[in-house]
């Protein structure tokens, strides 16, 4: 069956010019569904992965029939849930706008009103917002959402794990009864589902793209590394070194800051981003990453879901997420529209039942292995692998040794070194205090079932700097 062009599906030739001269003549499979819907005047509600196509499924339609508005009215809205996001949509919708003279206006926090203010005065076609500062514009007297005909919800999901949807009823409560609705998510369920039921009319719905996975989450390679925390920044510098173009992922803003520093001191250049930043900062730090003028970019889960940068060679959980839906909103950053890519997650020893519990929420059983920047683009796991892509043995192939009574200067390599003459060591980790960094003066060492039974005979009994050690089988982990 061949691919309708974007003209059978209906778009006007102004837009269907431009697409061309940005070499797109192929729709998307979201594109293809949705668009005659839309030109139509149906409610629409998609689900698909960021990175699908979406932003010209309903940025074509929404050009294609947008009434040029009044001062401070504008005729379209379009919802999304961070700044990033709605900064790329305007920076797709703009040149749509100039080739049907509509005017794309984006207006969202960590920046001043002014510019806002003035723009919405002189008039705004289509209006794209994050709900937080559209409401604190709304307060201000400077925009009436009235005359609002179209409204795209785009990222629906995300606007709810973020807290937004009652933000995000009060204002479609104020647009035009009569509007039509577009509404975007990766998944239509829970409160989605309510949104939809509360604020569309018959919508039709179209789906496109695997529920469980986003954008490149399932054609990259998966590779879970068991490290020690004072290792993570060397091994994040090796990631980078050898894939290239890497987001790295932290739990916190001032982990971000201290992580970018300490790869800087790695010879990485690196840059944060994350809700602590000032617009201006944030949009240095993606175009410095963007550009390749730093290939790493250190982020919080802000940048999980709307930013767009081509060609993001590799992803890294320095700190793993807290669920499966953020483990695939980071991942997704690489691995996107055909290409490869890899995600690396770095695992200390007091964080593998949480991971462990993660990879079975993703239906994944990749083992935790030693890290091998080498085998990025072709170890690891793809999701839905029955088995890992490699030769690392799993879990049930290896036996945890406790070793106790350690010197309290013992380092994990001569952990590892005491027990290499016995079989391979698949990883060893010495035990810290979590306040003070320092060791207890025990560890473990992860080694085949035959050559762990081999090294606990050899090594009991023996001593390191005249103190006996013990040496035994770990308790398998509840």
Known sequence: ?????????????????????????EPFPIQTATIPDAL???????????????????????????????????????????????????GELVPLGKAMRRYVLAVYGGVGYGHQESSLRRG???????????????????VDL???????????????????????RRILDQTAPDRQTLLFSATLDGDVAAL?????????????????????ASAARHHFWLVEHPERVGHTAEVVNAAGQTIVFTRT?????????QLGREGVAAVALHGGRSQSQRNRAIKAFASGGAPALVATDVA????HVDDVAAVVHYDPPADHKDYLHRSGRTARAGAGGSVVTLVTRDQQNAVRGL????????????????????????????????????????????????????????????????GEVLGATIVTDRRTGRSRGFGFVDMAPADATTAITALRGSQIGGRPLTVRAARPRR
Do not use: C
């Open 253 to 261: 803003r001032h982990g971000a800051d201290r992580l970018a520093k």
């Open 196 to 216: 939809v039921r509360d604020y569309q009319r018959d919508p039709v719905r179209h789906e496109a793209g695997s529920v469980d996975s986003a954008d490149g």
């Open 1 to 25: 069956m061949t691919t309708p062009d974007f003209s059978r599906l209906g778009v006007p030739a102004p837009l269907v010019a431009v697409l061309a001269r940005e070499g797109i003549t």
């Open 40 to 90: 139509a005047g149906r409610d629409v509600s998609g689900r698909a992965p960021t990175g699908s196509g979406k932003t010209l499924a309903f940025g074509l339609a929404l050009m294609a029939t947008v009434d040029q508005a009044a001062p401070r009215r504008p005729a379209a809205l379009v919802l999304a849930p961070t700044r990033e996001l709605a900064e790329q949509i305007k």
């Open 304 to 307: 999980a879901r709307g930013i």
């Open 124 to 142: 705004t076609d289509v209006l794209v917002a994050t709900p937080g500062r559209l409401e604190d514009l709304i307060e201000r007297g400077s």
């Open 359 to 422: 990879q079975r929420n993703l239906g994944m059983s990749a083992p935790f292995g030693r890290p091998e920047p080498g085998s990025l683009a072709d170890g690891g796991q793809r999701m839905g692998d029955e088995k890992p892509a490699d030769d690392t043995p799993t879990d049930t192939d290896s036996q945890g040794v406790y070793v106790a009574n350690l010197p309290w200067s013992t380092t994990s390599d001569q952990l590892a070194d005491l027990f290499a003459p016995h």
């Open 146 to 168: 009235g005359s609002v005909t179209t409204v795209v919800l785009d990222e629906a999901d995300r606007m709810a794990d973020m807290g937004f949807l009652p933000a995000v």
